[in-house]
């Protein structure tokens, strides 16, 4: 059977109706890591007014020859100051004060002395016109679109927001994402092993935490044995509440590869089954009354690789981002070996010299698609198409991150 290609897979992936964009509004301290639904805009300057940044004098700069100045008065920060300086005046002006109007530049204490009784400064130090204020719109202006939707929001976000008093925050509601693993040999966490060849489930914890990390709200379902009944009874459970339901094992040919019959069985609309890519290309995609089936593969690099390249792009429409990942292309620091005529996934290091990107293969093991640890020490995943053949150092390749999703 001719297998889709990855491209096809993708551009059919990103033609699914996802449906209408859902947000919520949340207090802006309930918003760290949550994706903007809005643009945020600045509703005025920053500062609005001339502001001191230096506790001084404000001034009008030709006065600074003159032999002393006239202090007019106190200026602490946060008074509607209203006086206006004239010629040979100054006011004693904080950092944050608004700058008093005729003034243009603010002297630091230190460059100053006060008369004996207080009522003139003399210039020790003359400083430039404009110094120590910070003009209007310094660091935005008014109809500045500061923050872009569809932005993770950090702790700098949640800044500049306060600073705009965004009390309240449109957000992209999180998208549910239900994880099972399936496969009788595998043993849930903490649970009691009662032979050897039973095996650690990983998948759905790593699943559960790469979609938690890429802003979906992640219902951890744990394992189900290769049991028809039961995997059909927990898909349809999760089917009621999650808006993708991600399955690990049984979509190969084994006898007990039980999800792949199971997927229609439940009405679901198989998209496509079986892509020409490594890890992953027994890959079920179904959808049901806008509810998505991904079926992924059992060994743990795959169905992490695999979550990465079709679970990812799903949440990332449903959250309004405008990509999943960050691609980048990079320069092969050594040999590379191509094993199929498949696009490939192989975890990689990406290093950067010098503005450029570049990639290699140090402690990642060369083996089957179980090899979870290759994923660790911040891996990318660089991506070969099915026409490259072995590929000599320095070409450039596509490299996917794995950072700040
Ligand atoms: N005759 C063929 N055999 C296989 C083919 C094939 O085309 N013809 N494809 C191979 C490929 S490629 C893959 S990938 C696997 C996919 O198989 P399944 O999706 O049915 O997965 P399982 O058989 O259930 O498990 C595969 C492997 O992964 C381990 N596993 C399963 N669940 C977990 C889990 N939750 N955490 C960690 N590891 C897990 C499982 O023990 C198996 O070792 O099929 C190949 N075979
Ligand atoms: O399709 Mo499998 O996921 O290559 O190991």
Do not use: W
């Not at 290699?360 to 060369?366: E, L, Q």
């Amino acid at each position: 059977m001719k297998l889709l290609s990855y491209e096809t897979s993708q551009n059919m992936l990103d033609l699914l109706d996802i449906g209408s964009f859902r947000s919520e509004n949340l207090p802006l301290s309930s918003t760290l890591g949550r994706i903007l639904a809005d643009d945020i805009v600045a509703e005025y300057n920053d500062p609005q007014f001339p502001t001191a940044s230096m506790d001084g004098y404000a001034v009008k700069h030709a006065d600074l020859d003159s032999d002393s100045i006239s202090i007019l008065g106190y200026n602490p920060a946060g008074n509607d100051e209203r006086r206006v300086l004239a010629d040979g005046e100054c006011i004693k002006t904080f950092t944050g004060s608004m700058m008093p109007e005729g003034a243009d530049t603010l002297i630091q204490i230190e460059n100053v002395s006060v008369s004996e009784n207080s009522d003139k400064i003399y210039i020790d130090e003359k400083v430039n016109f404009g110094s120590s204020v910070r003009p209007i719109g310094e660091g935005y202006k008014a109809g500045d679109v500061l923050i872009k939707k569809g932005t993770k929001i950090g702790f700098a976000e949640i800044g500049v927001m306060a600073g705009l008093n965004k009390v309240m925050v449109k957000v992209a509601l999180k998208p549910r994402v239900a994880v099972i693993s399936t496969g009788s040999e595998i043993l849930d966490l903490g649970e009691q092993s009662d032979n050897p060849a039973q095996i650690r489930s990983s998948n759905n914890y790593t699943l559960c935490a790469l979609f938690e990390q890429a802003g979906a709200d992640a219902i951890q379902l744990g394992t189900a044995p290769d049991d028809r009944d039961e995997i059909m009874q927990t898909f349809e459970n999760a089917l009621a509440s999650a808006d993708i339901l991600i399955s690990t094992g049984g979509v190969s040919v084994g006898d007990y590869d039980f999800v792949k019959d199971i997927v229609p069985r439940l009405g679901a609309e198989v998209v496509y089954k079986g892509v020409a890519i490594k890890p992953g290309k027994h890959i079920m995609v179904a959808q049901r009354e806008g509810k998505f089936i991904l079926a992924l593969p059992g060994f743990a690099y795959s169905s992490t690789v695999v979550s990465i390249l079709y679970g990812l792009p799903l949440i990332s429409k449903m959250l309004g981002k405008s990509e999943p990942y960050k691609r980048v292309e990079a320069k092969l620091s050594e040999r590379f070996t191509k094993r199929s005529r498949l696009t490939e996934f192989t975890a990689c290091n990406v290093e950067v010299v010098d503005g450029e990107y570049f990639v290699n293969f140090k402690d990642k093991k060369v083996g089957s698609s179980a090899i979870l640890t290759n994923m660790l020490n911040g891996s990318a995943l660089m991506v070969t198409g099915e026409d490259d053949g072995d590929l000599e150092e320095g070409t450039f390749v596509n490299v996917i991150l794995l950072e700040n999703f």
